[in-house]
């Protein structure tokens, strides 16, 4: 490798452990948490190592063997330039001849260190336009210029977990990602809005893509030039599409399901106008029923007509939004659903409705041979808590823990927004294969989102902590080590990328 790998040393090796190195700062070093280091024994062999934790003094547990201590202490009063600094770093990669891989040596003890530089990482670059791009490798609060790009396929369909507390930057994260998946044309987002802040109805946003007239598609409620109006259609909904969103009793379950097979794609206007049918359910459970089916989609009967409160549920408008939302995302879309304006328990039944016909459409695909040539799909949740809970799960499921279960099978994947982690159940998290975790100061909710890393993220409890708006650790199944990230901000990100510009310069890793 070239003499830019160079750099100046930053401190040396001192002890620890292939988990942990202990690391003797030098004076004015100053390093930070997730800065990369590299420990060089020739250009074509290093390993980069990932600063986990630090302190004063050399750690008492257990790392530093009694020769590195008592040359330390021997240091301390011979030689000033020590900052008496040590701190905690993981080998995370080692590149030897040629090739790249999970360290499985150690460097050598009282080798020095540098800060690692761009010219490090070069030789993971990758042009495909198939990939996703998450944000730059970031070296403690230091961003190089190196782009993290995942492959679009692998991420999406093998789910993706956003955890981090309010304000740290996920929806913005989000942003940024669906910007690349737009460029690429090759993938179907969902995205269920709750906030409308993803198209940019006021401000900056996903329109403003170049491709976002033949890419972009934007259901609302409330019409802007250019959007779709959100309107689904009674007779598009299915029982199971209430699974894990509404709570219906047996006896309410059956009068339903007996509904279902007696009128069909009718069924909720059957029940809604309160019609006979053979066998017989008791006029209370209907009458429940009736109720929570206004307050969910606001139908109701009046006049001998079918009326609905909003006007996102109807019975003669809306019959082909399903149909083409489906047909968007089959054919690499992203669709956006502003669901702003519904109820929390409107806005799951939509994303639902729409999940369970992707869902089954491809499984039929698979069965057919079709799947291949439909873009892989994934379906944006925003507090994913409201539908991959325990309790919303229960017993039966829903269709979002089928997805993060089977999904896979049938590229349909999920990305899963949360500020709570310790809530969704193991089965589910173990299925999501790339978690971008973000800043979090809940010590309860890091050990969730530690437990259910990829790789062994023990050591990365205080980095967490840490992190600051943007600041992202991915860790995945598609990157050899949990690599620190910075997602730039949205509006300065989208107005450099409308510039044109060379080939997409990124990494698979
Ligand atoms: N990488 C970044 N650099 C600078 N500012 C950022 C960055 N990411 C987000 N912000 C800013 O921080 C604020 C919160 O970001 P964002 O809405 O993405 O957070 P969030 O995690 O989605 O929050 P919530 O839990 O409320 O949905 C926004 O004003 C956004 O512009
Ligand atoms: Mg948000």
């Not at 040539?373 to 379906?379: C, D, E, L, Q, T």
């Not at 927004?417 to 173990?430: D, E, N």
Request: proline residues 4%; aromatic residues 6%; glycine residues 8%.
């Amino acid at each position: 490798m070239s003499s830019e790998h160079e750099g100046e040393a930053v401190g040396r090796i001192v002890g620890g452990d292939s988990a942990s190195l202990t690391i003797e700062g030098n004076n004015g070093a100053n390093l930070e948490l997730d800065e990369l280091l590299v420990s060089e024994s020739s250009s074509s062999d290093y390993t980069v190592l990932k600063i986990n934790n630090m302190s004063y003094g050399p750690p008492t547990n257990p790392v530093v063997p009694d020769a590195a201590k008592s040359l330390h202490d021997d240091r301390r009063q011979d030689r000033e330039e020590q900052d008496h600094m040590f701190y905690m770093a993981r080998p995370v990669l080692r590149y030897s001849e040629g090739k790249l891989g999970i360290p499985k040596v150690i460097p050598q003890l009282w080798s020095e260190v540098r800060r690692a530089n761009k010219s490090d990482f070069e030789f993971l670059t990758n042009n495909s336009p198939d990939t996703v791009f998450i944000g730059k490798i970031r070296s403690g609060s230091r961003v190089m210029d190196i782009d993290i790009r995942l492959n679009g396929r692998d991420l999406l369909t093998h789910h993706v977990m956003i955890p981090a507390t309010t304000g740290r930057g996920k929806s913005n994260l989000v942003k940024v990602m669906l910007w690349s998946i737009l460029s690429s044309g090759r993938f179907g987002i969902l995205l269920l809005d709750s906030h409308d802040e993803y198209y940019g109805r006021t401000g900056r946003g996903l329109k403003e893509h170049p491709d976002s007239t033949e890419r972009l598609a934007y259901y609302s409620t409330d019409s802007v030039p250019g959007s779709f109006s959100l309107v689904i259609n009674l007779e598009s909904i299915e029982p199971d599409h209430f699974e894990g969103i509404l709570a219906f009793t047996e006896a309410q379950k059956q009068a339903i399901s007996l509904y279902h097979r007696a009128f069909k794609e009718k069924w909720i206007e059957a029940i809604v106008r309160g019609k006979e049918i053979r066998e017989s359910v008791s006029e209370i459970t209907i009458r429940v029923i009736q109720r929570k089916l206004r307050r969910v989609l606001g139908i109701y009967e009046e006049n001998g007509r079918i009326k609905c409160e909003s006007s996102v549920f109807s019975a003669d408008s809306g019959t082909t939004t399903l149909v083409d939302i489906v047909k968007s995302l089959e054919s690499g879309k992203t669709v956006i659903l502003d669901t702003s304006r519904l109820g929390d328990d409107g806005e799951l039944l939509i994303g639902s409705i729409v999940a369970g016909r992707i869902f089954s459409l491809y499984r039929n695909y698979k069965g057919s041979g079709e799947l291949d040539s439909k873009a892989p799909v994934s379906i944006v949740v925003e507090e994913a808590p409201r539908i991959l809970s325990e309790d919303k799960i229960a017993e039966e499921g829903n269709i979002y823990s089928t997805i993060a279960r089977e999904g896979r099978k049938f590229n349909v994947g999920l990305i899963a927004i949360t500020q709570l982690t310790s809530v969704i159940p193991r089965t589910i998290l173990s299925n999501i294969n790339t978690k971008i975790i973000l800043g979090n100061e809940m010590a309860l909710e890091r050990e969730a989102i530690i437990n259910s890393a990829v790789q062994d993220l023990s050591d990365q409890d205080r980095s967490i902590a840490s992190l600051d708006k943007g600041e992202a650790i991915v860790s995945s199944i598609f990157t050899r080590f949990a690599v620190p990230v910075y997602t730039p901000e949205f509006e300065q990100f989208a107005a450099t990328e409308r510039k044109p510009r060379g080939m997409n310069q990124g990494l698979i890793m």
